[in-house]
């Protein structure tokens, strides 16, 4: 149930993330923040999707609740290839060759990790020390990345889809401790509220952060691909998750999750690829709209 509901999420964050970048992009380059503002506000496929959004965060929430983070995770990074493909369709074209055959090792390798995964077991209330030594690691390991990203400008776009990759990891943790301490009655009684709040504002001001420090495209490949990798090392150390089954099963395990973050690593890296050779060739006309993971944000 659990794994149902975080891929139903990804498929409404990858519809957020094609409809509000639709609305947003038509506006044209270089308007105003309060024309811009004005545009977005104005367009339906915007306010659809904020909507979708919202409920891509409840289900996301939903099923870290009723799952674990090393199963729930690696399956809301998917939403990465589901905004590519809504955004081909919103401008009435196919997706290219490439994201779908991506598309298609991403779902292999999510079939094989779903099917080799057994419980995890673990413990139903965090461990608050856990968190706390894993949450400081993370804030230095961001304010490493920031800072590095300032003295080595060419790597910025690695370095930051790093730091938020840490963030967003993070936050997933937070999401699933403040819905634990929900479930207690312990909601604002207890640290996870808190550190969820904090976590998210940061996430969205890095996220700012990144926007115009570098492309999206440059960022989010590492982003997709950290942010998993940190959910799960929150999960084994704040909620005592441990794959179960043979030997066998657990090699199949890592090498779907394996295939899974390689597939969204390539996605992302189309859109760069992609981008660069419209931009060499010209081709695209001044104003016209980007794809979410093809331009500039």
């Not at 290839?81 to 994201?99: E, I, K």
């Not at 990798?229 to 657990?250: D, H, M, N, Q, Y």
Request: aromatic share 8%.
């Amino acid at each position: 149930m659990a794994a149902a509901i975080a891929l139903a999420s990804a498929v409404a964050a990858g519809w957020s993330t094609a409809l509000m970048h639709y609305g947003a992009s038509s506006a044209g380059h270089g308007v105003g923040a309060a024309e811009l503002a004005r545009h977005v506000l104005s367009e339906w496929r915007w306010r659809l999707g904020v909507v979708a959004s919202l409920v891509g965060l409840a289900l996301h929430a939903t099923a870290l609740h009723l799952g674990s983070l090393t199963i729930v995770q690696p399956l809301a990074v998917t939403a990465l290839f589901f905004s590519m493909v809504f955004r081909d369709l919103l401008d009435h074209r196919p997706p290219p060759p490439r994201t779908v055959a991506w598309g298609a090792i991403t779902a292999v390798g999510l079939g094989l990790f779903l099917t080799a995964a057994g419980p995890t077991g673990g413990d139903d209330a965090p461990d608050g020390r856990a968190a706390a030594w894993l949450t400081g690691l993370g804030v230095l390991g961001v304010l490493v990345a920031l800072r590095a990203s300032g003295r080595f400008p060419r790597h910025a776009g690695l370095l930051l889809g790093t730091a938020g990759g840490i963030v967003f990891g993070l936050m997933a943790g937070a999401i699933k401790s403040t819905t634990s301490a929900w479930s207690t009655g312990d909601l604002f009684t207890s640290w996870p509220l808190y550190v969820m709040v904090c976590v998210g504002l940061s996430g969205f001001l890095l996220n700012q952060h990144i926007y115009n420090r570098t492309r999206v495209t440059e960022s989010l490949p590492m982003l997709n691909l950290v942010n998993p990798l940190v959910a799960l090392t929150f999960g084994i150390a704040v909620f005592a998750e441990r794959p179960s089954g043979s030997p066998l099963s657990l090699a199949l395990e890592c090498v779907g999750l394996g295939v899974v973050l390689m597939g969204i690593f390539v996605l992302g890296r189309i859109g760069v690829d992609e981008s660069e050779g419209s931009a060499a060739g010209g081709s695209r006309a001044p104003g016209a709209p980007s794809h979410p993971a093809r331009g500039p944000r």
